[in-house]
Nanobody
Framework: QVQLVESGGGLVQAGGSLRLSCAAS????????IGWFRQAPGKERELVAG????????YYIDSVKGRFTISRDNAKNMVYPQMTSLKFEDTAVYYC???????????????WGQGTQVTVSS
């Protein structure tokens, strides 16, 4: 069983920055692909960024390219999305999740954190 815990959300003004964190309970989780999803009210959950264990497969949704950077520290079982130039439309609950391999589909992610709220004021 893998447990994932997100932190770092909060309220920020448009143009500001936040760094989220995802802590995994086991080292095994660090060999998984870690994805960061978000879900805004009334919208479907979408994959925002993802990173493989070896950092060789990194994904960003087009709307965050150039603004978000995802990284991981396998020694600490941590994954960090650094979010800059935040926009009102980035407001959502952000979740980290783990999958056996890279995937854009939430159904392929077996383990999920509880989510952390990011609110960007315009």
């Amino acid at each position: 069983q893998v447990q994932l815990v997100e932190s770092g959300g909060g309220l920020v003004q448009a143009g500001g920055s936040l760094r989220l964190s995802c802590a995994a309970s086991t080292r095994t989780a660090t060999t998984y692909y870690i994805g960061w999803f978000r879900q805004a009210p009334g919208k479907e959950r979408e994959l925002v960024a993802g990173i493989s264990w070896s950092d060789t497969v990194i994904y960003y949704i087009d709307s965050v390219k150039g603004r978000f950077t995802i990284s991981r520290d396998n020694a600490k079982n941590m994954v960090y999305p650094q979010m800059t130039s935040l926009k009102f439309e980035d407001t959502a609950v952000y979740y980290c999740a783990s999958a056996r391999g890279p995937s854009l589909k939430s159904k392929d992610y077996a383990y999920w954190g509880q989510g952390t709220q990011v609110t960007v004021s315009s």
